[in-house]
Antibody, heavy 115, light 107 residues
Framework: QVQLQESGPGLAKPSETLSLTCTVS????????WTWIRQPPGKGLEWIGY???????NYNPSLKSRVTISVDTSKNQISLKLTSVTAADTAVYYC?????????WGQGTLVTVSS | DIEMTQSPSSLSASVGDRVTITCRAS??????LAWFQQTPGKAPKSLIY???TLQSGVPSRFSGTGSGTDFTLTISSLQPEDFATYYC?????????FGQGTKLEIK
């Protein structure tokens, strides 16, 4: 059974870098595309970007200058880094597998940006 | 970016009702349209992809239609566990974009 688990600090200070990890079990990250999505409290879903099984990336232009998605195949993990965060980056961050659709999701992790 | 507009934004219905949610794209997305269900505090769950293909394990009371710019999600007979928020998403053009959501509540 495929499972995804996000982890990382739940609090970030303004102007700092948000770093999250998604650990995948039950599947190899080399077999699919992997996506990050976020959801501000009480609001809708925003696609952040993906990394392909070949390591290519595609980011939302609204975040492109600040976001990096990478993989560690030895740990079967996908990472998200978002620099220069502000309160507007406060959200639940999800990782998801892309196979025809976003078929498997992690449970999400809330990151609050506050001093 | 392609804007996805769902209607209605909220909907009250009863168990056993048939409900339809619509999703309109600001540009043609062919059939690259997915539907998700989200309950409070949980991650979205994939229901339908390619506009009309049911994700494995999803009950057959859910169905999707459409192509181009106009799409619908229909629940044929509402069950208690179906009261949730539903999102459409286009994955034809980057950046992928979601609708604003439709909250389905118990009448």
């Amino acid at each position: 059974q495929v499972q995804l688990q996000e982890s990382g600090p739940g609090l970030a200070k303004p102007s700092e870098t948000l770093s999250l990890t998604c650990t995948v079990s039950g599947d190899s990250i080399s077999s699919h595309y992997w996506t990050w999505i976020r959801q501000p409290p009480g609001k809708g879903l925003e696609w952040i970007g993906y990394i392909s099984n070949r390591g290519t990336t595609n980011y939302n232009p609204s975040l492109k200058s600040r976001v990096t998605i990478s993989v560690d195949t030895s740990k079967n993990q996908i990472s998200l880094k978002l620099t220069s965060v502000t309160a507007a980056d406060t959200a639940v961050y999800y990782c998801a597998r892309e196979s025809f659709s976003l078929d498997y999701w992690g449970q999400g992790t809330l990151v609050t940006v506050s001093s | 970016d392609i804007e996805m507009t769902q209607s209605p934004s909220s909907l009250s219905a009863s168990v056993g009702d048939r409900v339809t949610i619509t999703c309109r794209a600001s540009q043609v997305v062919k059939n690259y349209l997915a539907w998700f269900q989200q309950t409070p505090g949980k991650a979205p769950k994939s229901l339908i992809y390619a506009a009309s293909t049911l994700q494995s394990g999803v009950p057959s009371r859910f169905s999707g239609t459409g192509s181009g710019t106009d799409f619908t999600l229909t629940i044929s007979s509402l069950q208690p566990e179906d009261f949730a928020t539903y999102y459409c998403q286009q994955y034809n053009t980057y950046p992928y974009t979601f609708g604003q959501g439709t909250k389905l509540e118990i009448k």
